[in-house]
């Protein structure tokens, strides 16, 4: 997160990182995020800005 509340673009060896993470949660938003210190609103933001795809036959945890 920058000052202004903005995100700075990750690195490519920071979003293949973030890939790994949730793959490793098996698309658990909610673990994900907590895990990495943001929101899921942030993550969420991260997952659609560089086109990641909840694992394949794993659904979004979109529970409040």
């Not at 907590?34 to 659609?48: C, D, E, K, W």
Request: glycine share 10%; hydrophobic share 40%; net charge positive.
């Amino acid at each position: 997160m920058l000052p202004n509340g903005q995100m700075r673009e990750l690195r490519p060896f920071e979003v293949h990182a973030l890939r790994g993470r949730i793959n490793g949660t098996r698309g658990a938003v909610r673990e994900t995020a907590a895990a990495m210190g943001i929101s899921r609103f942030q993550l969420h933001r991260l997952m659609t800005r560089y086109e990641i795809a909840v694992p394949k036959g794993e659904e979004l945890d979109e529970s409040p």
